[in-house]
Protein backbone atom coordinates (compact mmCIF):
# COMPACT_ATOMS: atom_id res chain seq x y z
CA UNK A 1 0.00 0.00 0.00
CA UNK A 2 1.27 3.62 -1.03
CA UNK A 3 0.38 7.08 0.14
CA UNK A 4 -0.76 7.26 -3.75
CA UNK A 5 -3.42 5.18 -3.61
CA UNK A 6 -5.48 6.84 -0.46
CA UNK A 7 -6.43 10.06 -2.37
CA UNK A 8 -9.16 12.38 -0.79
CA UNK A 9 -11.81 10.40 -2.85
CA UNK A 10 -10.73 7.51 -1.25
CA UNK A 11 -11.00 8.59 2.49
CA UNK A 12 -14.13 8.39 3.83
CA UNK A 13 -15.82 11.54 5.26
CA UNK A 14 -15.69 12.73 8.99
CA UNK A 15 -19.54 12.02 10.40
CA UNK A 16 -21.14 15.38 10.39
CA UNK A 17 -22.12 17.20 13.93
CA UNK A 18 -23.22 20.15 14.95
CA UNK A 19 -20.80 22.41 13.57
CA UNK A 20 -20.74 20.73 9.92
CA UNK A 21 -24.92 21.44 10.23
CA UNK A 22 -23.90 24.83 11.42
CA UNK A 23 -21.90 25.48 8.53
CA UNK A 24 -24.32 23.94 5.61
CA UNK A 25 -27.24 26.13 6.97
CA UNK A 26 -25.09 29.01 6.88
CA UNK A 27 -24.19 27.77 3.35
CA UNK A 28 -27.68 27.22 2.49
CA UNK A 29 -29.05 30.88 3.22
CA UNK A 30 -26.40 32.78 1.42
CA UNK A 31 -27.85 35.92 -0.11
CA UNK A 32 -26.22 35.13 -3.70
CA UNK A 33 -29.81 35.25 -5.00
CA UNK A 34 -30.71 38.00 -3.22
CA UNK A 35 -28.46 40.47 -5.60
CA UNK A 36 -31.16 40.35 -8.78
CA UNK A 37 -33.93 41.75 -6.76
CA UNK A 38 -32.07 44.64 -5.10
CA UNK A 39 -30.53 45.56 -8.08
CA UNK A 40 -34.03 45.86 -9.58
CA UNK A 41 -35.54 47.42 -7.14
CA UNK A 42 -32.36 50.20 -7.15
CA UNK A 43 -32.88 50.79 -10.75
CA UNK A 44 -36.36 51.10 -10.61
CA UNK A 45 -35.79 53.43 -7.20
CA UNK A 46 -33.32 55.55 -9.43
CA UNK A 47 -35.98 55.68 -12.80
CA UNK A 48 -38.73 56.57 -9.77
CA UNK A 49 -36.51 59.69 -8.58
CA UNK A 50 -35.23 60.79 -12.44
CA UNK A 51 -39.29 60.64 -13.50
CA UNK A 52 -40.47 62.71 -10.08
CA UNK A 53 -37.53 65.06 -10.77
CA UNK A 54 -38.71 65.67 -13.93
CA UNK A 55 -42.38 65.95 -13.09
CA UNK A 56 -41.38 68.55 -10.02
CA UNK A 57 -39.03 70.60 -12.57
CA UNK A 58 -42.07 70.61 -15.09
CA UNK A 59 -44.26 72.16 -12.62
CA UNK A 60 -41.53 74.62 -11.22
CA UNK A 61 -41.44 75.75 -14.10
CA UNK A 62 -44.85 75.81 -15.42
CA UNK A 63 -45.20 77.71 -11.91
CA UNK A 64 -42.23 80.34 -12.55
CA UNK A 65 -43.87 80.93 -16.51
CA UNK A 66 -47.63 81.68 -14.69
CA UNK A 67 -45.86 83.99 -11.78
CA UNK A 68 -44.29 86.24 -14.56
CA UNK A 69 -47.18 86.20 -16.39
CA UNK A 70 -49.09 87.10 -13.06
CA UNK A 71 -46.70 89.52 -12.50
CA UNK A 72 -46.55 91.11 -15.82
CA UNK A 73 -50.93 90.94 -15.86
CA UNK A 74 -51.07 92.58 -12.48
CA UNK A 75 -50.22 95.88 -14.27
CA UNK A 76 -53.49 96.05 -16.16
CA UNK A 77 -55.77 97.35 -13.50
CA UNK A 78 -53.44 99.99 -13.07
CA UNK A 79 -53.26 100.30 -16.69
CA UNK A 80 -56.71 100.84 -16.78
CA UNK A 81 -56.85 103.45 -14.55
CA UNK A 82 -54.40 105.66 -16.24
CA UNK A 83 -56.60 105.11 -18.85
CA UNK A 84 -59.67 106.55 -17.36
CA UNK A 85 -57.11 109.32 -15.54
CA UNK A 86 -56.12 110.41 -18.83
CA UNK A 87 -59.57 110.55 -20.30
CA UNK A 88 -60.90 112.51 -17.30
CA UNK A 89 -57.95 114.87 -16.93
CA UNK A 90 -57.86 115.69 -20.84
CA UNK A 91 -62.17 116.28 -20.82
CA UNK A 92 -61.93 118.31 -17.93
CA UNK A 93 -58.91 120.31 -19.39
CA UNK A 94 -60.67 120.84 -23.29
CA UNK A 95 -64.02 121.75 -21.20
CA UNK A 96 -62.62 124.66 -19.06
CA UNK A 97 -60.28 125.78 -21.75
CA UNK A 98 -63.45 125.76 -24.55
CA UNK A 99 -65.68 127.89 -21.69
CA UNK A 100 -62.91 130.20 -20.88
CA UNK A 101 -63.03 130.79 -25.51
CA UNK A 102 -66.18 130.90 -24.93
CA UNK A 103 -66.67 133.66 -22.26
CA UNK A 104 -64.51 135.56 -25.51
CA UNK A 105 -66.29 134.60 -28.42
CA UNK A 106 -68.46 137.89 -29.64
CA UNK A 107 -67.67 138.36 -32.64
CA UNK A 108 -67.52 135.99 -35.75
CA UNK A 109 -65.88 132.61 -36.57
CA UNK A 110 -62.97 134.63 -38.30
CA UNK A 111 -62.48 137.52 -35.30
CA UNK A 112 -62.40 134.62 -32.95
CA UNK A 113 -59.30 133.01 -33.21
CA UNK A 114 -57.39 135.16 -31.42
CA UNK A 115 -59.04 133.33 -28.06
CA UNK A 116 -57.03 130.49 -28.69
CA UNK A 117 -54.82 132.23 -26.13
CA UNK A 118 -57.12 131.53 -23.66
CA UNK A 119 -56.85 128.22 -23.96
CA UNK A 120 -53.81 128.20 -21.94
CA UNK A 121 -51.80 125.66 -25.21
CA UNK A 122 -53.83 123.07 -24.97
CA UNK A 123 -55.01 123.95 -28.62
CA UNK A 124 -53.28 125.18 -31.22
CA UNK A 125 -56.34 127.04 -32.76
CA UNK A 126 -60.19 127.79 -31.64
CA UNK A 127 -63.07 128.37 -33.70
CA UNK A 128 -66.49 128.64 -34.53
CA UNK A 129 -68.27 126.52 -36.62
CA UNK A 130 -72.19 127.12 -38.13
CA UNK A 131 -74.30 124.75 -39.94
CA UNK A 132 -73.46 127.41 -43.24
CA UNK A 133 -70.42 128.81 -42.41
CA UNK A 134 -67.22 125.99 -41.14
CA UNK A 135 -69.83 123.01 -41.51
CA UNK A 136 -70.51 122.81 -44.91
CA UNK A 137 -67.31 121.13 -45.24
CA UNK A 138 -66.41 117.30 -44.69
CA UNK A 139 -64.62 118.56 -41.50
CA UNK A 140 -66.96 121.06 -40.22
CA UNK A 141 -69.97 118.02 -40.63
CA UNK A 142 -67.81 115.99 -39.03
CA UNK A 143 -67.18 118.63 -35.88
CA UNK A 144 -70.76 119.29 -35.79
CA UNK A 145 -71.98 115.07 -35.50
CA UNK A 146 -69.46 114.94 -32.83
CA UNK A 147 -70.73 117.90 -31.33
CA UNK A 148 -74.25 116.91 -31.62
CA UNK A 149 -74.12 114.31 -29.63
CA UNK A 150 -73.49 115.87 -26.44
CA UNK A 151 -75.41 118.17 -24.52
CA UNK A 152 -74.90 121.82 -24.44
CA UNK A 153 -71.74 122.72 -22.03
CA UNK A 154 -70.13 119.06 -22.56
CA UNK A 155 -66.93 118.47 -24.30
CA UNK A 156 -66.25 115.58 -27.00
CA UNK A 157 -63.30 114.85 -29.46
CA UNK A 158 -63.62 114.44 -32.85
CA UNK A 159 -60.87 112.70 -35.12
CA UNK A 160 -59.86 114.54 -38.28
CA UNK A 161 -57.07 114.78 -40.47
CA UNK A 162 -54.46 116.96 -40.21
CA UNK A 163 -51.79 118.41 -42.86
CA UNK A 164 -49.33 118.50 -39.73
CA UNK A 165 -49.74 115.31 -38.15
CA UNK A 166 -50.93 111.87 -39.21
CA UNK A 167 -53.84 112.49 -36.44
CA UNK A 168 -55.96 115.56 -35.74
CA UNK A 169 -58.19 115.95 -32.61
CA UNK A 170 -60.26 118.35 -32.43
CA UNK A 171 -62.39 119.48 -28.91
CA UNK A 172 -65.83 120.84 -29.69
CA UNK A 173 -68.79 121.83 -27.55
CA UNK A 174 -72.23 123.79 -27.91
CA UNK A 175 -72.42 127.11 -26.04
CA UNK A 176 -75.53 129.67 -26.42
CA UNK A 177 -73.66 132.92 -28.02
CA UNK A 178 -75.08 136.63 -29.11
CA UNK A 179 -76.22 134.89 -32.27
CA UNK A 180 -78.01 131.72 -30.73
CA UNK A 181 -76.62 127.80 -30.22
CA UNK A 182 -72.69 128.14 -31.22
CA UNK A 183 -70.39 125.46 -31.84
CA UNK A 184 -66.88 126.23 -30.63
CA UNK A 185 -64.03 124.09 -31.53
CA UNK A 186 -60.61 123.47 -31.00
CA UNK A 187 -57.59 121.66 -32.55
CA UNK A 188 -55.17 119.80 -29.34
CA UNK A 189 -52.37 120.43 -29.03
CA UNK A 190 -50.69 116.98 -29.04
CA UNK A 191 -47.60 117.59 -27.22
CA UNK A 192 -49.13 119.63 -25.04
CA UNK A 193 -51.25 117.01 -24.18
CA UNK A 194 -48.64 114.36 -24.07
CA UNK A 195 -46.19 116.61 -21.53
CA UNK A 196 -48.49 117.94 -19.46
CA UNK A 197 -51.23 115.63 -19.08
CA UNK A 198 -50.75 112.12 -20.45
CA UNK A 199 -46.84 111.76 -18.98
CA UNK A 200 -47.78 112.67 -15.59
CA UNK A 201 -50.56 110.42 -15.34
CA UNK A 202 -48.14 107.11 -16.56
CA UNK A 203 -45.53 108.30 -14.31
CA UNK A 204 -47.63 107.71 -11.87
CA UNK A 205 -47.12 103.92 -11.92
CA UNK A 206 -43.37 103.51 -12.62
CA UNK A 207 -43.86 99.89 -14.72
CA UNK A 208 -46.21 101.14 -17.44
CA UNK A 209 -45.06 103.23 -20.70
CA UNK A 210 -46.83 104.61 -23.17
CA UNK A 211 -45.91 103.86 -26.92
CA UNK A 212 -47.26 104.94 -30.24
CA UNK A 213 -50.29 103.02 -31.60
CA UNK A 214 -47.92 101.45 -34.15
CA UNK A 215 -45.85 99.84 -31.91
CA UNK A 216 -46.49 96.24 -30.92
CA UNK A 217 -45.41 95.86 -27.33
CA UNK A 218 -45.22 92.81 -25.84
CA UNK A 219 -47.53 91.12 -24.07
CA UNK A 220 -50.55 93.32 -24.06
CA UNK A 221 -51.30 97.05 -24.66
CA UNK A 222 -54.58 99.16 -23.95
CA UNK A 223 -55.51 102.61 -26.05
CA UNK A 224 -54.82 105.47 -23.87
CA UNK A 225 -58.07 107.10 -24.36
CA UNK A 226 -60.78 107.05 -26.80
CA UNK A 227 -59.80 110.37 -27.66
CA UNK A 228 -56.26 109.65 -28.01
CA UNK A 229 -56.19 106.16 -30.39
CA UNK A 230 -52.92 106.74 -31.44
CA UNK A 231 -51.08 106.01 -27.96
CA UNK A 232 -51.54 103.00 -25.89
CA UNK A 233 -50.31 102.19 -22.73
CA UNK A 234 -48.60 98.98 -22.27
CA UNK A 235 -45.80 97.46 -19.46
CA UNK A 236 -42.43 99.25 -19.28
CA UNK A 237 -39.79 97.11 -21.90
CA UNK A 238 -37.68 96.77 -18.67
CA UNK A 239 -40.24 95.74 -16.35
CA UNK A 240 -41.21 92.50 -18.34
CA UNK A 241 -37.65 92.13 -19.49
CA UNK A 242 -36.65 91.96 -15.40
CA UNK A 243 -39.88 89.68 -14.69
CA UNK A 244 -38.58 87.24 -17.52
CA UNK A 245 -35.01 87.32 -16.21
CA UNK A 246 -36.37 86.56 -13.00
CA UNK A 247 -38.44 83.80 -14.15
CA UNK A 248 -35.18 82.29 -15.89
CA UNK A 249 -33.20 82.69 -12.99
CA UNK A 250 -35.92 80.97 -11.26
CA UNK A 251 -36.16 77.67 -13.76
CA UNK A 252 -32.50 77.87 -14.07
CA UNK A 253 -32.38 77.47 -10.04
CA UNK A 254 -34.91 74.88 -9.97
CA UNK A 255 -32.88 72.66 -12.82
CA UNK A 256 -29.88 72.69 -10.95
CA UNK A 257 -32.01 72.10 -7.90
CA UNK A 258 -33.32 68.84 -9.62
CA UNK A 259 -30.05 67.87 -11.28
CA UNK A 260 -28.32 67.75 -7.95
CA UNK A 261 -31.55 66.24 -6.65
CA UNK A 262 -31.89 63.52 -9.08
CA UNK A 263 -28.04 63.27 -8.96
CA UNK A 264 -27.89 62.51 -4.71
CA UNK A 265 -30.41 59.87 -5.34
CA UNK A 266 -28.96 58.27 -7.97
CA UNK A 267 -25.98 58.49 -6.10
CA UNK A 268 -27.10 57.37 -2.85
CA UNK A 269 -29.08 54.25 -4.92
CA UNK A 270 -25.65 53.68 -6.35
CA UNK A 271 -23.87 53.67 -3.45
CA UNK A 272 -26.37 52.00 -1.77
CA UNK A 273 -26.64 49.17 -4.36
CA UNK A 274 -22.67 49.10 -4.58
CA UNK A 275 -22.77 48.53 -0.30
CA UNK A 276 -25.45 46.14 -1.00
CA UNK A 277 -23.09 43.86 -3.84
CA UNK A 278 -20.33 44.40 -1.43
CA UNK A 279 -21.85 42.53 1.65
CA UNK A 280 -23.34 40.12 -0.66
CA UNK A 281 -20.25 39.41 -2.38
CA UNK A 282 -18.09 39.42 0.83
CA UNK A 283 -21.15 37.02 2.46
CA UNK A 284 -20.62 34.52 -0.82
CA UNK A 285 -16.94 34.77 -0.15
CA UNK A 286 -17.21 34.19 3.61
CA UNK A 287 -19.69 31.57 2.94
CA UNK A 288 -17.14 29.65 0.55
CA UNK A 289 -14.83 30.26 2.95
CA UNK A 290 -16.31 28.30 5.76
CA UNK A 291 -17.29 25.41 2.55
CA UNK A 292 -13.27 25.28 2.13
CA UNK A 293 -12.20 25.53 5.29
CA UNK A 294 -14.17 22.98 6.44
CA UNK A 295 -13.16 20.55 3.32
CA UNK A 296 -9.72 21.67 4.29
CA UNK A 297 -9.48 20.88 7.64
CA UNK A 298 -11.69 17.75 6.79
CA UNK A 299 -9.13 16.45 4.76
CA UNK A 300 -5.95 16.31 6.65
CA UNK A 301 -8.15 15.05 9.72
CA UNK A 302 -9.42 12.28 7.79
CA UNK A 303 -5.78 11.23 6.51
CA UNK A 304 -4.45 11.81 10.01
CA UNK A 305 -6.95 9.69 11.42
CA UNK A 306 -6.89 6.61 8.57
CA UNK A 307 -2.84 6.14 9.19
CA UNK A 308 -3.17 6.69 12.83
CA UNK A 309 -5.70 3.75 12.99
CA UNK A 310 -3.30 1.80 10.51
CA UNK A 311 -0.97 1.94 12.71
CA UNK A 312 -2.63 1.45 16.27
CA UNK A 313 -4.12 -1.47 14.72
CA UNK A 314 -0.54 -2.51 13.54
CA UNK A 315 -1.72 -3.56 10.26
CA UNK A 316 1.46 -2.35 8.56
CA UNK A 317 3.49 -4.22 6.54
CA UNK A 318 7.08 -3.37 7.51
CA UNK A 319 9.28 -0.77 9.70
CA UNK A 320 10.01 1.77 6.22
CA UNK A 321 6.13 1.86 5.88
CA UNK A 322 5.38 3.04 9.60
CA UNK A 323 8.11 5.34 9.33
CA UNK A 324 6.08 6.65 6.24
CA UNK A 325 3.06 7.13 7.80
CA UNK A 326 4.90 8.86 10.68
CA UNK A 327 6.04 11.54 8.44
CA UNK A 328 2.41 11.56 6.27
CA UNK A 329 0.46 12.18 9.84
CA UNK A 330 3.33 15.06 10.45
CA UNK A 331 3.00 16.65 6.89
CA UNK A 332 -0.83 16.51 7.49
CA UNK A 333 -0.34 18.26 11.08
CA UNK A 334 2.17 20.52 9.87
CA UNK A 335 -0.50 21.31 6.91
CA UNK A 336 -3.41 21.70 9.23
CA UNK A 337 -1.49 23.99 11.40
CA UNK A 338 -0.38 26.31 8.65
CA UNK A 339 -4.08 26.28 7.97
CA UNK A 340 -5.10 27.28 11.36
CA UNK A 341 -2.28 29.86 11.97
CA UNK A 342 -3.16 31.65 8.61
CA UNK A 343 -6.94 31.91 9.68
CA UNK A 344 -6.08 33.10 12.94
CA UNK A 345 -3.49 35.63 11.31
CA UNK A 346 -6.17 37.38 9.13
CA UNK A 347 -8.17 37.38 12.23
CA UNK A 348 -5.96 39.14 13.97
CA UNK A 349 -4.90 41.38 11.24
CA UNK A 350 -8.50 42.26 10.29
CA UNK A 351 -9.16 42.97 14.25
CA UNK A 352 -5.71 45.25 13.99
CA UNK A 353 -4.19 43.13 16.49
CA UNK A 354 -1.23 41.90 14.87
CA UNK A 355 1.78 42.63 16.20
CA UNK A 356 5.21 41.90 14.81
CA UNK A 357 8.49 41.19 16.45
CA UNK A 358 10.93 43.01 14.43
CA UNK A 359 14.51 42.91 13.72
CA UNK A 360 17.27 42.86 12.03
CA UNK A 361 17.71 39.30 9.97
CA UNK A 362 19.20 38.42 6.64
CA UNK A 363 16.26 37.30 4.29
CA UNK A 364 17.85 34.20 2.80
CA UNK A 365 18.44 32.28 6.05
CA UNK A 366 14.63 32.40 6.48
CA UNK A 367 14.01 31.59 3.13
CA UNK A 368 16.50 28.80 3.26
CA UNK A 369 15.25 27.43 6.57
CA UNK A 370 11.15 27.57 4.56
CA UNK A 371 12.90 25.68 1.21
CA UNK A 372 14.37 23.09 3.69
CA UNK A 373 11.40 22.05 5.46
CA UNK A 374 8.92 21.49 2.23
CA UNK A 375 11.84 20.30 0.31
CA UNK A 376 11.06 16.66 1.32
CA UNK A 377 7.24 17.36 0.37
CA UNK A 378 8.30 18.49 -3.19
CA UNK A 379 10.42 15.58 -3.96
CA UNK A 380 7.13 13.50 -3.00
CA UNK A 381 5.26 15.29 -4.86
CA UNK A 382 7.76 15.00 -8.05
CA UNK A 383 8.37 18.28 -8.20
CA UNK A 384 11.52 19.90 -9.47
CA UNK A 385 12.95 22.67 -7.42
CA UNK A 386 15.28 24.93 -7.26
CA UNK A 387 16.45 27.74 -4.14
CA UNK A 388 18.61 30.60 -6.14
CA UNK A 389 20.45 32.83 -3.35
CA UNK A 390 22.21 36.22 -4.78
CA UNK A 391 25.27 37.59 -3.20
CA UNK A 392 26.19 40.76 -1.58
CA UNK A 393 21.89 40.59 0.15
CA UNK A 394 21.42 43.34 2.49
CA UNK A 395 20.14 42.62 5.63
CA UNK A 396 16.32 43.80 6.12
CA UNK A 397 14.20 44.62 9.10
CA UNK A 398 11.65 41.93 9.09
CA UNK A 399 9.69 39.57 11.47
CA UNK A 400 11.45 36.44 10.58
CA UNK A 401 8.18 34.55 11.47
CA UNK A 402 5.87 36.48 9.24
CA UNK A 403 8.29 36.20 6.47
CA UNK A 404 8.08 32.89 6.76
CA UNK A 405 4.54 32.75 6.78
CA UNK A 406 4.40 34.44 3.45
CA UNK A 407 7.07 32.31 1.59
CA UNK A 408 5.09 29.06 3.13
CA UNK A 409 1.92 30.54 1.86
CA UNK A 410 3.90 31.37 -1.53
CA UNK A 411 5.20 27.91 -2.13
CA UNK A 412 1.83 26.09 -1.16
CA UNK A 413 -0.05 28.01 -3.88
CA UNK A 414 2.46 27.24 -5.95
CA UNK A 415 2.49 23.62 -5.12
CA UNK A 416 -1.80 23.53 -5.27
CA UNK A 417 -1.92 25.44 -8.37
CA UNK A 418 0.42 23.20 -10.73
CA UNK A 419 -0.33 20.93 -12.71
CA UNK A 420 1.58 17.97 -14.73
CA UNK A 421 4.64 20.40 -15.40
CA UNK A 422 5.63 20.10 -11.53
CA UNK A 423 8.32 23.13 -11.34
CA UNK A 424 8.81 25.81 -8.28
CA UNK A 425 11.20 27.92 -8.33
CA UNK A 426 13.07 29.74 -5.41
CA UNK A 427 14.96 32.74 -6.13
CA UNK A 428 16.37 35.68 -3.64
CA UNK A 429 17.87 38.80 -5.11
CA UNK A 430 18.56 42.62 -4.83
CA UNK A 431 17.12 45.47 -6.28
CA UNK A 432 16.20 48.74 -5.98
CA UNK A 433 12.35 50.06 -6.50
CA UNK A 434 10.39 52.97 -5.86
CA UNK A 435 13.89 55.03 -4.66
CA UNK A 436 14.89 52.43 -1.87
CA UNK A 437 17.37 49.25 -2.03
CA UNK A 438 16.32 46.23 -1.21
CA UNK A 439 15.82 42.23 -1.24
CA UNK A 440 13.20 40.19 -3.89
CA UNK A 441 11.86 36.72 -2.73
CA UNK A 442 9.99 35.48 -5.82
CA UNK A 443 8.58 32.15 -6.21
CA UNK A 444 7.98 31.00 -9.68
CA UNK A 445 5.52 28.34 -10.82
CA UNK A 446 4.67 26.26 -14.11
CA UNK A 447 0.91 25.87 -13.21
CA UNK A 448 -2.38 26.94 -14.25
CA UNK A 449 -1.91 30.31 -13.97
CA UNK A 450 -4.01 33.34 -13.23
CA UNK A 451 -6.58 35.37 -15.95
CA UNK A 452 -5.99 38.69 -16.38
CA UNK A 453 -9.32 40.32 -14.95
CA UNK A 454 -8.48 37.86 -11.95
CA UNK A 455 -5.23 39.45 -11.01
CA UNK A 456 -6.36 42.56 -9.35
CA UNK A 457 -8.66 40.55 -6.60
CA UNK A 458 -6.01 38.02 -6.23
CA UNK A 459 -4.97 39.68 -3.09
CA UNK A 460 -8.40 40.45 -1.72
CA UNK A 461 -9.55 38.79 1.27
CA UNK A 462 -11.87 35.41 0.65
CA UNK A 463 -11.21 35.82 -3.22
CA UNK A 464 -11.30 32.89 -5.20
CA UNK A 465 -11.44 33.05 -9.40
CA UNK A 466 -14.17 31.60 -10.91
CA UNK A 467 -12.45 29.35 -13.50
CA UNK A 468 -12.57 25.68 -13.25
CA UNK A 469 -9.13 25.26 -12.85
CA UNK A 470 -9.32 26.83 -9.22
CA UNK A 471 -12.60 25.93 -8.02
CA UNK A 472 -11.76 22.03 -8.23
CA UNK A 473 -9.10 22.71 -5.88
CA UNK A 474 -9.86 23.58 -2.35
CA UNK A 475 -9.04 27.04 -0.37
CA UNK A 476 -10.12 29.15 1.87
CA UNK A 477 -8.75 32.78 -0.30
CA UNK A 478 -7.12 34.23 2.46
CA UNK A 479 -2.92 32.68 1.46
CA UNK A 480 -2.22 35.80 -0.75
CA UNK A 481 -4.17 38.18 1.29
CA UNK A 482 -1.54 37.30 4.34
CA UNK A 483 1.01 37.75 1.77
CA UNK A 484 0.20 41.17 1.06
CA UNK A 485 -0.42 42.47 4.69
CA UNK A 486 2.90 41.20 5.21
CA UNK A 487 4.96 43.10 2.34
CA UNK A 488 2.86 46.14 3.32
CA UNK A 489 3.79 46.13 7.20
CA UNK A 490 7.30 45.63 6.26
CA UNK A 491 6.90 48.78 4.09
CA UNK A 492 7.42 46.53 1.09
CA UNK A 493 4.85 45.46 -1.50
CA UNK A 494 3.94 42.05 -3.64
CA UNK A 495 3.40 42.61 -7.20
CA UNK A 496 2.24 39.39 -10.12
CA UNK A 497 3.56 37.94 -13.00
CA UNK A 498 1.39 35.27 -14.83
CA UNK A 499 0.13 33.98 -17.80
CA UNK A 500 -2.51 31.37 -18.47
CA UNK A 501 -1.40 27.62 -18.65
CA UNK A 502 2.06 29.24 -18.52
CA UNK A 503 3.02 29.59 -14.51
CA UNK A 504 2.59 32.60 -12.32
CA UNK A 505 5.63 34.43 -10.56
CA UNK A 506 5.05 36.48 -6.90
CA UNK A 507 7.71 38.54 -5.50
CA UNK A 508 7.63 40.43 -2.64
CA UNK A 509 9.90 43.27 -1.81
CA UNK A 510 11.44 44.28 0.89
CA UNK A 511 13.49 47.06 1.89
CA UNK A 512 16.87 46.95 3.00
CA UNK A 513 17.33 47.76 6.73
CA UNK A 514 17.55 51.77 7.46
CA UNK A 515 15.45 52.43 3.98
CA UNK A 516 13.31 55.39 4.42
CA UNK A 517 12.86 53.96 8.89
CA UNK A 518 11.45 57.40 9.91
CA UNK A 519 9.18 55.42 12.23
CA UNK A 520 8.18 52.15 13.69
CA UNK A 521 7.03 49.68 10.57
CA UNK A 522 3.06 50.70 9.96
CA UNK A 523 0.52 48.29 11.54
CA UNK A 524 -1.30 46.22 9.03
CA UNK A 525 -4.66 47.65 7.81
CA UNK A 526 -7.74 46.30 8.62
CA UNK A 527 -8.99 43.60 6.90
CA UNK A 528 -12.80 42.80 5.74
CA UNK A 529 -15.56 42.32 8.40
Same mark, same amino acid.
Given at each position: ?246 ? #? ?10 ? =?? +??? &? %??? !? *? ?77 ? #? ?10 ? =?? +??? &? %??? !? *? ?158
Amino acid at each position: MTFRRFGVSTVPPLPYGRGSDRIHKLMSVTPANHGAPWTRFSIGLAVAAVVLGCLGLGAWLYQTASLTRERINALYPAARAVVTLVDERLHHAALEALRACAARVDAPAADAVGAAASGGGLFTDVFVVSADGLGSGMRGRTILDAAGRVEPGQVCFANVSSTQAGFGVVACSRFTGPDGPTVLAGDLNLEYVRRNIVEPCVMLCADLDFVDWDASPDPWALQLAPALPFWKVAPYDRFVARQRATG #RWLSAIAIAIMV =VG +VGA &V %VGL !V *YGMNQVVRRQIALAEMKSSFVAGVSHELKTPLSMIRMFAETLRDGRVASPERAQEYYEIIARECTRLGCMIDNILDFSR #RSAGKKEYRFQT =VR +VED &V %VRE !V *YESYRLDLDHRGFTHHLRIAEGLPAVTADPGAVAQAVINLLSNAVKYSDEDKFVEVAISKDTRRGRHGVWVSVTDRGIGIRPEDRAHVFDGFFRAGDAGVRRRSGAGLGLALVKEIAEAHRGFVEVESRLVRGSTFRIFLPAAGEGETSEPRAPARGPE
